[in-house]
């Protein structure tokens, strides 16, 4: 296998892909990814019902860098004319693919009959693809879970089904709605689904946060690729370790922790402004620091900074380099 991945025309540098993380992965992060060679890059999840009606703040989270490409943006909602009015008067021309989030397991978009709600209703489920298909000017892709409830079953049915109505491809996250994250994904059943699709291509999505992880994950399901989440935030570089796999005899990225803490926190200053954009930092700012072998208290410290100048002096104070 390469390291590369060819899908209906559109090159993606890497088989691992950046999952969409909704409060984590606007351009700031997204480029640090694909500097260590992340794949296709998503947005975070963007609200049909939003985007059709023009709400301003939508477009904050679609805002993207042109060396992104190629760069996914990801919808979500429950009603096809939404689905369709949201791409048909909007200037999607940038995204690679649009992806149809039907693995939310929140309250809030499940109740709005959004995300997992979707996979209660393959009917619905396969208009909705339909329906996006129908006006989409570029690819489009599915993220799904096994299910909405744990024990339900009809993973391979759900996922066969949608393969007919061609999309893309699809990304399938090893656990059910109920589950939320909890418990550990399920690669047996990812394995399953794959082995259903036979050359389509699937995703595979879950608890990949090491090289180990990820070989085991390949070994176990065979899926083209890997998407991976929570194991990049705090640590973009994750990608270079990934990337290992595919060409082992490459030289690891060298990088800095304190030099990535300091262009991610001024990316965020950038586009959220000084306090917010410190405060949004503040998750990632805790990760990096775990890396870096911060104890608790040394840690503590940098949730009480409200300026970039305070969070540098920590920084050297420290010794994170
Ligand atoms: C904070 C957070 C936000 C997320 N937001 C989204 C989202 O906007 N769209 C989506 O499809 N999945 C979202 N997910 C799910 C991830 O894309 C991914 O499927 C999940 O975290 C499992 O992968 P991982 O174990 O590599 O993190 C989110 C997950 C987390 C932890």
New binding site residues.
């Given amino acids: 296998m390469n390291k590369s991945i060819n899908i209906e025309g559109v090159h993606i540098p890497s088989r691992f892909f950046l999952?969409?993380?909704?409060?984590?992965t606007d351009y700031v992060f997204r480029s640090l990814c694909r500097e260590f060679g992340a794949g296709l890059l998503v947005t975070?999840?963007v609200s049909v019902a939003a985007l059709s009606r023009q709400i301003s703040k939508t477009y904050k989270y679609m805002e993207y860098l042109e060396h992104e490409a190629p760069l996914s943006l990801?919808l979500f909602g429950s009603n096809e004319d939404e689905y369709k009015k949201a791409i048909e008067e909007s200037d999607l021309s940038f995204y690679s693919f649009i992806d149809i989030?039907m693995?939310?397991p929140t309250r809030k978009v499940v109740r709005s009959g959004g995300g997992s709600a979707i996979l209660t209703d393959t009917n619905k489920m396969l208009s909705i693809l339909r329906a996006v298909k129908s006006v989409a000017k570029c690819p489009v892709s599915v993220?799904v879970r096994l299910g909405f409830k744990r024990g339900e079953g009809g993973t391979v049915e759900r996922i066969l089904a949608l393969k007919e109505e061609k999309p893309a491809f699809i990304t399938l996250?090893g656990r059910y709605a109920s589950d939320m994250?909890r418990g550990v994904?399920d690669w047996e059943a990812i394995a399953e689904a794959k082995n259903a699709l036979g050359d389509f291509i699937l995703i595979g999505?879950?608890?990949?946060k090491s090289y180990s992880d990820a070989v085991k994950a390949f070994e176990i399901s065979k899926v083209d690729g890997i998407?991976?989440?929570?194991?990049a935030v705090g640590c973009p570089w994750i990608f270079d370790e990934l990337n290992r796999v595919f060409e082992p005899n490459e030289e690891p990225k060298k990088y800095s922790i304190k030099d990535i803490i300091i262009r991610h926190l001024k990316g965020c200053t950038h586009l959220y402004g000084e306090i917010r954009g410190i405060h949004f930092m503040r998750k990632f700012i805790m990760k990096y620091l775990a890396y870096a072998g911060l104890t608790r208290t040394q840690k503590i410290e940098f949730m009480q900074t409200e300026s970039v100048e305070e969070i540098i002096n920590l920084l050297q104070k420290h010794n994170v380099s």
Wanted: proline residues 4%.
């Fill in positions: 999952a969409p993380m909704a409060g984590y975070e999840l990801q989030n693995g939310c993220k996250h994250y994904a999505n879950g608890d990949v998407m991976v989440g929570r194991g």
